[in-house]
């Protein structure tokens, strides 16, 4: 048989071992990012990576626009400058009085203001939208590093089981063979 395909019969096998040690189900119920952890914990490679960095990378420059529309906009920058340019805009105006370009009641002002928050809020919501998805593959990733630390430390204690196993067979053995000697040597003394 191919070693290669003895090495996947064995991953395989170890992988359902430890689908039932550790999660308490056969293989066939593990998701595909259960099975890749169990693949990842046994080749012993790491899991954690810059979730953040790699999802930026897919960013379209549109998409890079628009989170920068809706930090600024999110930002007490935007609202002192909006709200110095809206006193501005109407001290002028009721100082101008008869050549004001905009009279009171404003209603360039509302018109722009109007169309402001029609372009500011699906940009903003677009943004949210992202920073949910984004938000959802960190937490996906939490789950993978979280199940992974887990299986490893279920490991760690099955090795220390049988370290202590081991140590206690030895300790019996040796403890055995003194209760041997200490047999012989009151048999010996009574002769």
Do not use: C
Not at 20 to 28: D, K, M
Not at 88 to 101: G, I, M, Q, Y
Not at 137 to 156: C, F, R, S, T
């Amino acid at each position: 048989m191919p070693r290669e395909t003895h090495d996947n019969s064995d991953a395989r096998r170890e992988i359902a071992d430890g689908a039932n040690r550790y999660l308490g189900r056969p293989v066939e119920l593990l998701t595909d990012r259960e099975r890749a952890v169990f693949r990842r914990h046994l080749a012993r490679r790491a899991i954690t990576r810059d979730s953040n960095r790699t999802f930026d990378e897919t960013l379209t420059s549109g998409q890079r626009l628009a989170d920068k529309v809706a930090e600024f906009g999110g930002s007490w920058t935007f609202i002192m400058i909006f709200a110095l340019v809206l006193a501005l805009w109407v001290v002028s105006n009721l100082l101008a009085t008869a050549r004001a370009f905009d009279p009171y009641p404003f209603i360039f002002l509302n018109l722009i203001l109007s169309m402001l928050a029609a372009v500011q809020a699906p940009v903003i919501m677009m943004s949210q939208n992202r920073h949910s998805v984004k938000d959802r593959v960190d937490a996906a990733h939490d789950y993978e590093v979280n199940l992974k630390a887990e299986i490893e430390i279920m490991a760690l204690h099955d090795k220390l089981d049988q370290m202590r196993d081991i140590e206690l067979k030895s300790f019996v053995e040796k403890q055995q063979q003194q209760i041997d000697l200490l047999t012989a040597l009151l048999v010996h003394q009574n002769k």
